[in-house]
């Protein structure tokens, strides 16, 4: 089960605030995470038309796909943030929504 899988993770690392780390047993940098990202991207043989997708434009469709489903605050917390205001910085989808005619 998943949550197996994340409690053996804690348990390697005796963390209960990470699940994943780097080599030398700390949390990940967000350089490191965003570099990861794009080397796993360019190793699953997807394309795309255009730009791929960043790790932060996931993170922010998440953002925004969690907000309108379970509301700003458990956005928050699952983004990890601890002001509202970075929150809302992910949430804002830069006028690349659709327009309806």
């Given at each position: ?19 994943f ?22 190793k699953?043989?997807?394309?795309w038309q ?11 469709l ?40």
């Amino acid at each position: 089960s998943l949550e197996g899988v994340l409690n053996e993770c804690r348990q390697q690392i005796k963390s209960e605030n990470y699940v994943f780390v780097g080599r030398n047993k700390a949390c990940f940098s967000p350089l490191s995470l965003s570099i990861g990202f794009t080397n796993s991207r360019k190793k699953s043989g997807l394309t795309w038309q255009g730009t791929p997708p960043s790790f932060h434009e996931i993170r922010s469709l998440s953002a925004r796909l969690h907000s309108e489903a379970r509301g700003k605050d458990f956005a928050q917390k699952l983004l990890g943030h601890k002001s509202s205001a970075m929150t809302d910085k992910y949430r804002d989808s830069r006028g690349s929504e659709w327009d309806e005619i």
